[in-house]
């Protein structure tokens, strides 16, 4: 959403340059940060788990190899 990430760079900047935040653009700021550490551990998880399966599906597969021998 365009409008999010424009704010969010706003505020952004406004916090970089040591300038004074409104209470209301700070608590944003802030609940946006958890929502995206959130996002971010969410995004790690499915990829190790993806790692996993790829894994899982390459053993397998060495495995059905062997038996077929």
Do not use: G, P, R
């Not at 409104?22 to 958890?34: G, T, Y």
């Not at 959130?38 to 790690?44: D, Q, Y």
């Amino acid at each position: 959403d365009y409008n999010y990430y424009k704010i969010k760079m706003l505020l952004a900047k406004k916090d970089s340059d040591e300038q004074v935040l409104l209470a209301e653009d700070q608590a944003w700021m802030e609940s946006i940060s958890d929502s995206d550490k959130e996002i971010n551990a969410n995004m790690v998880f499915m990829a190790q788990f993806e790692k996993v399966l790829s894994n899982s599906d390459e053993s397998s597969s060495a495995a059905e190899e062997t038996i077929a021998e």
